[in-house]
Nanobody, 127 residues
Framework: QVQLVESGGGLVQAGDSLRLSCAGS????????MAWFRQAPGKDREFVAA????????YYGDSAKGRFIVSRDNAKNTWFLQIDSLKPEDTAVYYC????????????????????WGRGTRVTVSS
């Protein structure tokens, strides 16, 4: 059974940094595209970042450019999202996701490209 489990969320203050982790099990994730999405209260789920299978290319949503860094450790079936200078508007549930294939660069941000999803980890940023 394939599972993705996020961790690292919590209550933090504006300006703090946070590192989210996602651990995969049930298959080899080194052959999958990995991504992070988030969903703020009352809003749609939005794309945060994605990283290609070999980790050489990364993609970021508009709201994530500059303060977010996505990375992966294929040997451990784990990938990460570093968030610096957190803002209250970063408050959301953060989800990791994995895709067997994303054919086009423009599709990395599409929810329906992803085959596996975690249950999310909540990040709350106080001002």
């Amino acid at each position: 059974q394939v599972q993705l489990v996020e961790s690292g969320g919590g209550l933090v203050q504006a300006g703090d940094s946070l590192r989210l982790s996602c651990a995969g099990s049930g298959r080899d994730f080194s052959s999958l595209v990995m991504a992070w999405f988030r969903q703020a209260p009352g809003k749609d789920r939005e794309f945060v970042a994605a990283i290609t299978k070999n980790g050489r290319s990364t993609y970021y949503g508009d709201s994530a450019k500059g303060r977010f860094i996505v990375s992966r450790d294929n040997a451990k079936n784990t990938w990460f999202l570093q968030i610096d200078s957190l803002k209250p508007e970063d408050t959301a549930v953060y989800y990791c996701a994995a895709a067997v294939t994303v054919y086009y660069e423009a599709y990395y941000g599409r929810l329906d490209e992803y085959d596996y999803w975690g249950r999310g980890t909540r990040v709350t940023v106080s001002s």
